[in-house]
T-cell receptor
Framework: TQLLEQSPQFLSIQEGENLTVYCNSS?????LQWYRQEPGEGPVLLVT?????EVKKLKRLTFQFGDARKDSSLHITAAQPGDTGLYLC????????????FGPGTSLSVIP | GAVVSQHPSRVICKSGTSVKIECRSL??????MFWYRQFPKQSLMLMAT?????????EQGVEKDKFLINHASLTLSTLTVTSAHPEDSSFYIC??????????????FGNGTRLTVT
């Protein structure tokens, strides 16, 4: 079974600061997805990365997929209180790509 | 975009009773849906994969007789927590893909069901 690890587990920063969240595995994933979840709601997809070395930008968020497709990072520039939430990385498992497993998550709190 | 609707959003039941949670894909057909469980401040744990017209596939450690899954149509999957106990209290979330078998096809999630067993 492929496992995903995330770091840090918790992060509390001031508004305007930058941060990076990491997602790592000892296994190769066919694709990785990043989701953001707010309390009491389902996760919402931020991005999907499928190619080793791929970099995608979504406004102040930058996502990178490692060359070996075993790790990914999420960098947020000038964090805002609205970025507060649980960030989850998820990887497609198996040849069907349908079964998705989640990392343990990074709980981000941005203080005004 | 693809919408997954989950109902109810919250339910409180007494110990020993059964609770049914519905998951519907509103604007697409989903031959496969996924049920997750999430404890406070923790990640999502895959419980089972629901397959339309066939038996669900349960993850290791998940009791299939405890968590009954029925996927009777291409737009509806249900999870029934039977003989619920306080330890079953959790946040249950369903999800579906618009395109099976594609590695860049994301999961679309329902808004979850907060189950509290008293």
């Amino acid at each position: 079974t492929q496992l995903l690890e995330q770091s840090p587990q918790f992060l509390s920063i001031q508004e305007g600061e930058n941060l990076t969240v990491y997602c790592n595995s000892s296994s190769v994933f066919s694709s990785l997805q990043w989701y953001r979840q707010e309390p009491g709601e389902g996760p919402v997809l931020l991005v999907t990365v499928v190619t080793g070395g791929e970099v995608k930008k979504l406004k102040r968020l930058t996502f990178q997929f490692g060359d070996a497709r075993k790790d990914s990072s999420l960098h947020i520039t000038a964090a805002q209180p609205g970025d507060t939430g649980l960030y989850l990385c998820a990887g497609a498992q198996g040849t069907s790509y349908d079964k998705v497993i989640f990392g343990p998550g990074t709980s981000l709190s941005v203080i005004p | 975009g693809a919408v997954v609707s989950q109902h109810p959003s919250r339910v409180i039941c007494k110990s020993g009773t059964s609770v049914k949670i519905e998951c519907r894909s509103l604007d697409f057909q989903a031959t496969t849906m996924f049920w997750y469980r999430q404890f406070p401040k923790q990640s999502l744990m895959l419980m089972a994969t629901s397959n339309e017209g066939s038996k669900a596939t349960y993850e290791q450690g998940v009791e299939k007789d405890k968590f009954l899954i029925n996927h009777a149509s291409l737009t509806l999957s249900t999870l029934t927590v039977t003989s619920a106990h306080p330890e079953d209290s959790s946040f249950y979330i369903c999800s579906a893909k618009t395109h099976r078998g594609f590695r860049n096809s994301p999961l679309h999630f329902g808004n979850g069901t907060r189950l509290t067993v008293t």
